[in-house]
Each structure stands twice: as C-alpha cells, then as structure tokens.
C-alpha cells in the first residue's frame, strides 16, 4: 500500500525500513519531513494510507485535504491521539489506528531517570564537571526511600514506574478514574483520590491521557493543594499542565522540581534544532531559566525497542487494513468518552 509517512526523522527511517523490508509485502513507503497539517497535506495525494506522529495536526481541515484527496486510513505511530479529530475522521470515513503499546518501559524508565537526576542534580553536576568545578553546593538531594510517589493514571506505563519506584522503597499511591486494584496492588501501590494524592505525594508523576477531562488537570487549584517543595514529572501531554500556573508554583517555591518531557506547545519546539534561534515561545522560555526544572524533548519513547514496536505495529496495522479493511488497532470516537 502506498504510504506517505510524515515528520520523518533519520530514527524513522532507521526502524521503518528494516521492518517494512522484512515483510512479505513491503508496503510503498513516501518519507514526508514536513509536520502534516491542512497545507502539507496535499503531499499525501495518491496515497491511501497516512503515517502521522505526535504534533502533526489532525484537525478537521487536514483531514477534510486528505480525504479529499483519497487517504482512507491514519496509521499513528504513537499511543496517544489527542491530536486526531476523531469525529472528524469518521464523518469523512477515515480510519484510525494507533500503537497502544509499544515499550512502557521505555517511557517508566525516563520518567524515573529524570526522577534521579532533578533529586540528585545531575545535569548541574555534568555541566560543573565539564568546567572543573566539584563544588557540592547547591547540589543537595534527598533519599529516595520512604518517599511517597504519587501515579496519575495507572495504565501501562503509570503500573511500571510505580513497580520501578516500590524498588526504591518508596511508598506508592495512585489516582485513577477507572481503577485496577488488583494490577496496582500487584506492584505494591494503593489507590487514594485525587486531593489525597496532591496533598500526600512528594512527587507527583502524570501518566494519564490528554482528554477534555485530564487538560489542565494539574492547574492552580491543584498544585495549591501539593505539598511544600513537590517534584512533578510530566511525559504523558503537555495540555495535562497549565504551564502558567506551573510557572506560578516553582516562582512560589511550593513547586521545587519540575521534569517535563511534554510541553503543551511542544509542536513548534520539539524535534527540532532551536539552538540558533530566539524561542518564541515566552511561558517555554520562562520555563527554561528555572534551574530546577529538567526539560526533554518528548524523548521517553525515544529507546531502539520501543522504535522497533512502533515500526512492526505501524505496518501491521496498514497491512491488516489492505487486507481486510480494519486495522489491528482502530482509535474510534468512543474512545473520546
Ligand atoms: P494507558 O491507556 O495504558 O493508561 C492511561 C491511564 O490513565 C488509564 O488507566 C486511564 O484510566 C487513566 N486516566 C484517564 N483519565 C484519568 C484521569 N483524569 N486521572 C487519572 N488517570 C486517568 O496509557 P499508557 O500507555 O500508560 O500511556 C499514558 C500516556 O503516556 C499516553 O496517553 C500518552 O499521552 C503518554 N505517552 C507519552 C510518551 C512519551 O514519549 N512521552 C510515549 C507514550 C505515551
């Protein structure tokens, strides 16, 4: 099937060819650099399939050039699709898929290495050695053990970081509007709700989907109710946190470190080299001055298994749709709700 992949990185290319070329029937595979969006979209005329990545903008426009232009499946190769107008797709007959899992422990596993290195000061540290400097001021973390750990959203990826953080003997506490006690008590975490998580937790991690529900879940209110000197981390969406109000939190010093691999207007910053350009984006930009605030680039997924799950999942779900209509992994508009 012919397939035009967009926001193509080297990394894509690096997982897609090897796995499409292993297939018994190589899909045709068009590498677009350009974020899909209403204007790139024409550049997805003739194919049938669309590759899309995380902040390509799936809006109604968008969706309304490809359809108009023959596109009858959005393959995401990514989890979330916060991004896809889905009711949208359907009134144009457009088909979504996605990859509902593809490495959760590539995701728990950055979301503990940036626990590690806010609390032990590990960037300050790397940056003072390259200078000579092995001064310990300003440097003083806090043991992990006996700290609580609070989970937003114990899917697969919130179960892992909380299984990663009982090995640090740390006590794990959890909120989620639906439930799975006997998944969360097998990795020695408890359910509480939502005031007691903020009021309880020394650091608070997202792992939530963005939905009307979850945006702004973390606003002021809520970060009022934390405790003093709270370390959050957020790799599930930037839309999750008022960034505002954030940068509100960490002025006051209720917050005292912040780790985000998400931002809520990542799309114009993210997966790209900024490094000779002013950032226009101020709220980001203030953001950055924080010296307890660690930021990454949406780089949690960015491990050689979980790029090879995506490529495999990606192509399964194309090659099942050629073959027999329906993808291995639809996203419906149900799943709005
Ligand atoms: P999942 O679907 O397995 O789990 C999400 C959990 O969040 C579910 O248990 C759901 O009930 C819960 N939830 C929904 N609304 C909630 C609310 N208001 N409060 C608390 N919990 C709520 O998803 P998975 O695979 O664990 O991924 C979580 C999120 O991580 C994804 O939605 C995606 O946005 C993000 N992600 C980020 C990546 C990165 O590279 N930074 C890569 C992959 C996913």
Redesign the pocket.
Known sequence: MKVALFSTHRFDRQSFDPANGALPAPHDIHYVEARLDAHSAILAAGHPAVCAF?NDRLDAPALEVLAAQGTRLIALR???F?HVDLAAAARLGLVVARV???S?D??AE?TVAMILALNRKIHKAYARGREGNFTLDGLLGFDLRGRTVGI?????????VARIMRGFDCTVIA??????AAALAAVGGTYVD?PALLERSDIIS??????P??HH?VDAAAIARMKHDVMLIN???GG?VDSRALIDGLKSGRIGHVGL??YEEEGDLFFTDLSDQAIQDDVFARLLTFPNVLVTG?????TRE?LAGIADTTLANITAFEMTGAPLHPVSVEKLA
């Open positions: 995380v990514s989890a979330g916060n509902p899992a593809y959760p590539a995701i950055h937003v959203g114990t899917g697969k990826i919130g179960l892992n909120h989620d509007p639906f439930p799975d939502w997202l792992h939530c989907p963005l939905t529900d979850t879940l790799t599930s969406r999750v691999d998400v949406h780089q949690a997924f960015f979980a």
